[in-house]
């Protein structure tokens, strides 16, 4: 398994280097330095300043400096708040972000799973359709119309739950996580439902039917593990997309996360900052799909074994 | 021994609604069955006969299917109007059944112990360590061998018989009175066939159990049975004991399926210019295949011997048999002649030319002499081409007919292979599997070929569409004067139609001779095997 | 086949039931994907039509009026600048349905090709081709296309070629794996096996049997797209004012939703029910085409 792992994360440094590379090369071919957009600078302080962080260095220089300085961890300071690092800046806004994040997974697994199996045990029926209907909205409503709808509803019409704030005010995370995970319940529904019907139209699973085991026994014990091998293949590659989805909810509901500070940061040409978080996030992506695929291995016996090296 | 009725069965009717209408799976079944003894019940596909078993058990998908009417009445409680809490206690307690597929029907994600203990804690409510130690000793009952360390092991891990052997196994378990097993060594391999039907019988014996054995294999019937009923298209056509069934039967249908099993040597003479050189010599044939072994870590490829080292020629107007079980390479050498998979070393003389060493041009002009006809007739015709179409391809790139002529030509081709003219517009998923084997016929001989490779062409189909298209078969190689290479692994229908047979194993030829000689005085151990291992009347 | 005095001669004779005739039927029994289906066509045909069609100009404002809601004069109410929604809406639609055409028909040239090359020559070719997809999948294109829409400004162009480049991965994979089904089936040894040409083989016997695939994750593609672009817009990185689309609508709808909510709800539902629509009749096609049901 070890051997697995490491071969994997191997294979993820050349396209991680890759997105650096692309990322880097992108923000300096733009048009306008960080201090461009700024109240008007007299020349020789943007001279100073350009010099101070080496922007008039040759771009292969800098980019082997930035390359240098990442491997000891230091992704430099922003450009935009040049008191604090980019490290610094991550640091106040990941704990925020991962644990939205974290909410709206647990939410999409719990509630499309559940809608997923209940679909799938009579297709065709009424708790098919309406459960396949939710889970339509959820894949055609945007996150950034769900979100503002939920909150006039819920925060300013009903006036059931806050309209802002994360863990100022109890009840403040149900909204934003709900509205991140929605879509991701969503897809998670209509995927396991369809994944269960057709693992239900097995023949291992008529076998347990005709061994006279409880349905209960039946979808838990036999059917689930093939199943949610689906569920666990889109979940990889879906992270990526939950982050991006994550800026959306942390304006809407100001929610002190990443997504905020990345936006304003390209906005603002802060190199630092963007290349930060861009490679921040690959990495993340990066490991999300490993996790996953780690998991899907973990499910199936054959390729279990075939690790373990036992036959 | 008490012969009383454990089950009895009484006018059954079984519906299913599909897209296209309603259909009667089974209509008015009724019969018994006694304590201790086998009942057969044969048919060909869409006979209902196994819809008519699920149905007892319960196990049919209750929006397209519908049990109408009818009774079934096992120790006095009607299982059709049970509810199924009830059918649940009796499932794989009182009355256990065996599946065809062993590869689909065990849980690939549930190590074996775990499927066969379930079985006894749900019924028996035993403990698991006493529920492990019934199980093993159950599996070393069914002939696995090691069966402590074995229990521990998933379903992959295991050979097809084996996997059948573990059913059988988890079926016993709770000591049911009726075993139902439908066609459980029709996906299996002749020889493990056998062994797999001693296994029951003796079982059966050993167990005093009551089983319903479903099959479409007369012989296999014949083999296992003490009564037989014979279903076509829903309906009982006829039950008897098995004697009486094979040796007085009384329907039509019955004797029509009696026609069709072949015990007969073929009936015409051989057609095999033996006095020219060979049509086709193919000499030290070599062909590996890639198998990736390894899912994730050793992406080698592994080259597993497809066919090692085989060497057989073939006369003009002579059909060879090419006989095997799975792995034996049979397919594998089939498909490299005509180049459809690449050999490594050997070489294939077709009159006098090595077709290996063929450039691409000069190979499309010998395809013309070749054709191949394929096992699955649903897979073999383009599904979007009219059978017009597909018949008049070959002519047309060919230059065999102009857009003038090509339709007379299609039109004999149909009336060759005895399919209506009418049909030509029409395509191939609008017609049975017969007709769609007939028309895969038509389009390997409208080339006029010197040679056919006829791979497993009759084994995808019902028993009685096989003698009709065996018929037909027989009747094309005399009317072209065809040269066949005819693969199969059913040794009955080799001897029908070949004059030679080449007998293969795990990639190597094993024996070769006239078919009478071969049949009555075989030479060869694995030779003598196969032939023991066909179920006889 | 087509020749008049061969067709003469079919003529007389019954005609079969194609396969994609049968899809047809089974897709027009299907309610929700032909609802889908027309008010597709419905919005298709007003965004075509809105030049002519719609009440007001684009620009024109209303500064008396302001945000007002909805009224006689104005089906769905005004902004803060009393510009007409419904108008500012219907030209709305003409940008995000030109823009989720356009980058699915740059998806589907690319990733088709791709696929299909990649499926149908196999071996090598096939490993490289498709380790360069895996690659790709696993970059955060999200990510990337926020920078390159903010470096290199919005314009419709590069908004086309972005979005294009994130969704023709998939239509890749799926083409690929189609490919390599129909590649195995028996049909098309029996065609290798008969001598015709590559060429042939794969005009005649691959590309009808890989079309129906094409088609369906095509009309996926499409929604896909659509609220890719919304959500650029959104962010305010998409289409730039005066033009906006749906998801600028929207934006711009937040931001007062407290007091003017119909300038989210509108949008968000002309949005939501054109996704709607498009992913229904994605679903009913897939349906429709399954190969599993045509056995029957």
Not at chain 1, 177 to 190: D, K, N, Q, W
Not at chain 2, 157 to 168: A, T
Not at chain 2, 279 to 307: E, S
């Amino acid at each position: 398994m070890l051997s697995f792992i490491v071969k994997r994360l191997l294979q993820a440094l050349p396209v991680l280097l890759l997105v650096i590379t692309v990322t880097f090369f992108m923000v300096h071919s733009a048009p306008g330095g960080p201090f461009d957009k700024d109240r008007a600078v007299p020349a020789e302080v943007l001279k100073k300043l350009n010099a101070q962080y080496h922007l008039d260095d040759p771009l292969w220089k800098q980019y082997l400096d930035y390359l240098g300085n990442l491997l000891q961890g230091d992704l430099g300071p922003s450009f935009k708040y040049p008191t604090h690092s980019v490290n610094d800046l991550l640091a106040a806004g990941l704990p925020a972000t991962l644990e939205l994040s974290f909410y709206a997974v647990v939410f999409a697994l719990v509630v499309g799973l559940a809608a997923g199996i209940v679909a799938s045990l009579k297709p065709n029926s009424a708790q098919d359709y309406i459960s396949m209907s939710s889970a339509m909205i959820g894949i055609c409503m945007p996150t950034f119309v769900l979100g503002p709808i939920l909150l006039l509803v819920f925060g300013i019409w009903l006036g059931w739950l806050p309209v802002a704030g994360w863990g100022q005010f109890p009840g403040d995370k149900i909204l934003p996580s709900v509205t991140l995970g929605f879509a991701y319940a969503a897809y998670i529904a209509r995927i396991s439902r369809g994944s269960m019907i057709e693992v239900m139209a097995q023949d291992y699973i008529r076998t347990a039917r005709a061994k006279g085991l409880s349905s209960t026994r039946i979808i838990f014990v036999h059917a689930l593990r093939g199943g949610i091998t689906p569920v666990v293949s889109f979940l990889g590659p879906a992270i990526a997309g939950l982050l991006a989805g994550s800026f959306v909810v942390e304006s809407i509901f100001q929610v002190p996360g990443l997504g905020r500070f990345y936006v304003t940061a390209a906005f603002n040409r802060d190199y630092t900052m963007i290349l930060g978080f861009t490679i921040f996030f690959a990495a993340l992506i990066i490991i999300f799909n490993l996790l996953a695929d780690i998991v899907l291995v973990w499910l199936n016996p054959k390729m279990r074994q075939e690790l373990r090296g036992s036959n | 021994m008490t012969s009383e009725k454990l089950l009895s069965v009484e006018n059954l009717r079984v519906l299913f609604n599909t897209r296209n209408g309603q259909t009667v799976a089974v209509e008015n079944l009724s019969f018994s069955l006694e304590a201790g003894k086998v009942l057969g019940i044969v048919g060909e596909s869409g006979s209902g006969k196994s819809v008519a078993c699920y149905a007892l058990m319960g196990l049919i998908p209750s929006p397209p299917g519908k049990i109408e009417s009818g009774r079934a009445l096992f120790h006095g409680k009607d299982l059709l109007t049970a509810s199924e809490a009830e059918l649940r206690h009796l499932r794989g307690n009182k009355i256990a059944m065996i599946f065809q597929d062993p590869m689909t029907c065990l849980n690939p994600y549930m190590r074996i112990a775990d499927q066969l203990i379930e079985v006894l804690s749900h019924h028996k409510k035993m403990s698991k360590k006493e529920a492990r130690a019934k199980a093993i000793a159950s599996l070393i009952e069914v002939g696995i061998k090691d069966a402590e360390t074995r229990i521990n092991e998933y379903p992959h891990q295991f050979s097809g018989g084996m996997r059948q052997r573990v059913m059988i196994a988890m079926a016993l378990l709770a000591e049911p009175e009726i075993l139902i097993a439908d066609e459980p060594t029709t996906a299996l391999d002749v020889t493990v066939q056998a062994q797999i039907l001693a296994l029951i019988k003796g079982l059966q014996k050993s167990h005093n159990l009551a089983v319903i054995f479903i099959t479409h294999d007369l012989g296999v019937a014949a083999q296992m049975a003490d009564d037989i009923i014979v279903m076509e298209k829903g309906k009982l056509v006829e039950q008897g004991t098995t004697e009486t069934i094979f040796k007085l039967p009384t329907q039509e249908y019955t004797k029509a399926l009696l026609r069709a099993v072949l015990t007969t040597a073929k009936p015409v003479a051989s057609a095999a210019k033996l006095n020219e050189p060979s049509l086709l010599q193919v000499k030290n044939i070599q062909v590996g295949y890639a198998m990736p072994t390894g899912l994730l870590l050793n992406r080698k490829k592994q080259f597993a011997r497809g066919v090692d080292n085989v060497s057989i020629n073939i006369q003009r107007g002579e059909i060879l048999g090419l006989v095997g079980e799975s792995g034996s390479g049979k397919s594998t050498l089939g498909r490299s002649i005509i180049r459809l998979v690449d050999a490594q070393s050997g070489e294939v003389l077709f009159n006098g030319k090595n077709l290996l060493e063929l450039s691409a041009s000069n190979l499309k002009e010998t395809r013309r002499s070749i054709q191949m006809i394929f096992q699955d007739p649903y897979a073999s015709l383009n599904p979007r081409m009219t059978v017009f179409d597909t018949l008049a391809e070959p002519l047309l790139v060919h230059g065999i007919a102009t857009k003038n002529t090509v339709l007379d030509c299609v039109n004999e081709l149909m009336d060759d292979v005895g399919l209506d003219r009418r049909f030509i517009r029409k395509y191939p998923h609008e017609f049975s599997g017969g007709q769609r084997q007939r028309i895969a016929i038509a389009r390997a001989i409208a080339l006029k070929p010197q040679l056919i490779v006829a791979d497993e062409p009759v084994s995808a189909l019902d028993v009685t569409i096989r003698a009709q298209i065996l018929a037909l078969l027989l009747k094309l190689t005399q009317k072209h004067n065809l040269t066949m290479l005819f693969i199969s692994h059913d040794m009955s229908v080799v001897r029908y139609l070949c004059d030679r047979v080449v007998v293969m194993q795990k990639g190597k030829l094993v024996e070769e001779g006239v078919t009478e000689q071969l049949f009555s005085a075989p030479q060869q151990e694995y030779t003598k095997q196969l032939l023991a291992a066909i179920p006889t009347l | 086949m087509s020749n008049s005095v061969l067709s003469a001669q079919l003529h007389h004779l019954e005609k079969g039931t194609s396969l994609t005739q049968d899809a047809f039927a089974r897709l027009r029994k299907n309610k929700m994907a032909m609802t889908g289906f027309f008010i597709l066509l419905f919005i298709i045909a007003i965004s075509l039509l809105t030049p002519w069609i719609a009440p007001y100009s684009y620009e024109e404002q209303n500064l008396d009026l302001g945000a007002s809601p909805p009224s006689a004069a104005h089906w769905l109410g005004t902004d803060i600048l009393g510009r007409d929604q419904l108008t500012r809406i219907m030209y709305g639609s003409r940008i995000s349905l030109m823009v989720g055409f356009i980058a699915t028909a740059v998806a589907l040239t690319i990733g088709v090709l791709w696929g299909a090359i990649a499926g149908f020559v196999g071996g090598h070719v096939d490993a490289v081709m498709m380790r360069i997809v895996d690659a790709l999948y696993a970059l955060p294109f999200t990510i990337f296309i926020i920078l390159l829409t903010v470096i290199f400004g919005s314009s419709m162009l590069l908004l086309f070629l972005a979005i294009g480049a994130v969704e023709w991965l998939t239509m890749a994979r799926i083409v690929r794996g189609q490919v390599l089904t129909i590649k195995r089936q028996e049909f098309v040894e029996a065609a290798v096996s008969m001598g015709l040409s590559p060429w042939r083989i794969i005009s005649r016997h691959l590309i009808p049997n890989v079309i129906g695939t094409v088609i369906i994750y095509t009309t996926l593609t499409i929604p896909s797209v659509i609220l890719l672009e919304s959500f650029l817009s959104f962010l305010g990185l998409g289409i730039q004012p005066p033009a906006s689309s749906w998801g600028s609508l929207i934006s711009g709808g937040v931001e007062t939703m407290e007091e003017y909510p119909w300038l989210l709800l509108f949008p968000g539902l002309v949005l939501t029910i054109t996704l709607f629509s498009l992913n229904f009749l994605g679903d009913g096609l897939r349906d429709a085409l399954d190969p599993r049901a045509s056995k029957d």
